[in-house]
Nanobody, 123 residues
Framework: QVQLMESGGGSVQAGGSLRLACVVS????????MGWFRQVQGKEREGVAS???????NYLPSVEGRFTISKDNAKNTLYLHMDSLKSEDTAMYYC?????????????????WGRGTQVTVSS
């Protein structure tokens, strides 16, 4: 059974950086997408960045140029490097896995989710 476990969240001042990691335990299909989503209480979960099994990526416009998604296949780990953080980036961040070979940013393409890691950016 595949499981996802996020780490790397924390508190940082505006302008700072954080790197999130998501370890994938278990084997996945050869075609997949993996994404980072975030959610603020009372709001819908939004897709932040996605990468597929070909390495194609997709970003939410408000984070493009500041966030970088990457994966280390040898370590079965997905990363999200976040630079120039803003207070509006504050949210619970979730890692997700889907079975389509395209970097999707909508949650309904994903069927496995981690428990999340909190990111708090203070201004």
């Amino acid at each position: 059974q595949v499981q996802l476990m996020e780490s790397g969240g924390g508190s940082v001042q505006a302008g700072g950086s954080l790197r999130l990691a998501c370890v994938v335990s278990g084997s996945t299909e050869s075609d997949y997408c993996m994404g980072w989503f975030r959610q603020v209480q009372g709001k819908e979960r939004e897709g932040v960045a996605s990468i597929d099994s070909d390495g194609d990526t997709n970003y939410l416009p408000s984070v493009e140029g500041r966030f970088t998604i990457s994966k280390d296949n040898a370590k079965n780990t997905l990363y999200l490097h976040m630079d120039s953080l803003k207070s509006e980036d504050t949210a619970m961040y979730y890692c997700a896995l889907g079975g389509i070979r395209a970097p999707m940013l909508t949650a309904n393409w994903y069927n496995l989710w981690g428990r999340g890691t909190q990111v708090t950016v203070s201004s």
